[in-house]
């Protein structure tokens, strides 16, 4: 989190284990003649990390591109009485990177799993390329890749084994898995880690096998939940460049949510989102001007003081995660309505995910037997 190194007082640049600097933001800048400290950083690496590093290159858009990939109306999401969602509205065009800028629990993630069917609306309508979200059209569901916030693949599979897997989940024929796999391996650089696992493996080529695995069956849409949380500019750069190739070579529509602004700048359009509303929507740049704002996080602020000018936002900016803690609701100790607001939730999660429900159920009868054999043999 750049932004938040920048307001420490002393630093230390840390790369493979090696000290490569240390001292204020303000220091490592000048060291390196650099405008930012993200860009420090990578001047620090080692010569030839730094000369495999790429800066990403974001063509335009085809703005002759009219088709709709995604659109909401009025989509709204309660939990009991609370409003995680409130009347959200988009329209996103194919071959679009479509941004959610937020900050932590403001309603991205949950509006996500709307559209992929996974939560159903309490109120409003979705549709994905024209037809209504709907978690049994598995047709529709075949053209949209999803990635999670967290890492959710299996930790003791392969990097090919896991890649085959979800091949086959997505019901690729098999004469056709090996070849994919191939060819998922090698675009996303995998190659070289196939026969490893997971676990030990850097976050940043986790994240390029998560995105592989997301994309294996070649979607038309790529649906991405803050997918380069911790991440290091570097692996950053090179996730982005891989997404920006998915949406203007393959022409997959890109829905990405995200707390860095820098990402934010990088999207088409987007939505700035704060308490389950969206407060405005509209390419990075015509934003800021809208404000008439130094940067994209100045006319964040702005936007937030506007939706709420009662609240103590601060003058200067701070970063999206550190505005959520600010005007988040004081925490109950116990609350039976939001106990069964949440068990609903993971009840309707299991109800549209068969291979955890089954894992749960199959989980539990094997520790039962596990636990009778344990008290026959007493």
């Known amino acids: 989190y750049m932004e938040e190194a920048e307001r420490f007082d002393w630093l230390v640049a840390m790369n493979a284990g090696e000290v490569l600097a240390t001292g204020s933001a303000a220091e490592l800048k000048a060291q390196t003649g650099s405008q930012t400290l993200e860009q420090a950083f990578i001047a620090l690496l080692p010569e030839a990390q730094r000369q495999a590093h790429k800066t990403v290159v974001i063509p335009p858009r085809d703005s002759r591109e009219e088709e709709i990939a995604i659109e909401a109306r009025g989509l709204t999401m309660r939990f009991g009485n609370f409003v995680a969602v409130d009347h959200v509205n988009f329209r996103i065009a194919r071959g679009e990177i479509f941004g959610f800028l937020g900050s932590n629990g403001c309603g991205k993630s949950t509006t996500m799993k709307m559209l992929t069917g996974l939560l159903p609306a309490s109120e409003g309508e979705a549709w994905l390329f024209g037809q209504p979200v709907d978690p049994k059209d598995i047709a529709t569901r075949q053209r949209v890749g999803y990635m999670s ?9 392969s990097v090919r084994q896991n890649l085959e897997l979800h091949a086959r989940l997505f019901h690729i024929p098999d004469d056709e898995i090996a070849h ?8 996303f650089m995998l190659t070289e880690v196939e026969d490893a696992l997971p676990a030990d493996l850097p976050l940043g080529i986790r994240q390029r096998l998560s995105l592989a695995v997301a994309v294996i069956h070649r979607p038309e849409m790529l649906i991405l939940d803050e997918p ?3 991440v290091d500019p570097v692996a950053r750069d090179m996730f982005w460049q891989l997404m920006v190739d998915l949406a203007r ?12 602004m820098n990402e934010a700048e990088r999207c088409d ?18 934003l800021v001007e809208q404000r008439g704002a130094a940067s994209l996080e100045e006319a964040f602020i702005a936007w937030l003081k506007e939706a709420q000018p009662s609240s103590p936002v601060p003058d200067e900016p701070t970063s999206a995660v550190a505005l959520h803690s600010e005007h988040a609701a004081p925490r109950q100790a116990f609350s039976l309505r939001r106990l069964f607001s949440y068990s609903r939730r993971e009840a309707l999660e299991l109800r549209r995910d ?5 894992l749960a159920l199959l989980g539990t009868v094997i520790l039962m037997f596990i636990m009778g054999y344990g008290i026959s043999m007493d």
Request: hydrophobic share 40%.
């Open 180 to 187: 994919r796999v191939a060819e998922m391996s090698e675009r």
């Open 269 to 286: 359009r987007i939505s700035l989102m704060h308490a389950g509303k969206v407060l405005a929507s509209d390419t990075p740049q015509a």
């Open 354 to 358: 068969p291979v955890r429900s089954t």
């Open 228 to 230: 380069t949380s911790g």
């Open 249 to 260: 070579q393959d022409r997959v529509t890109i829905f990405i949510s995200t707390h860095f």
């Open 149 to 157: 916030q967290a890492f959710s693949l299996y930790s003791e599979l």
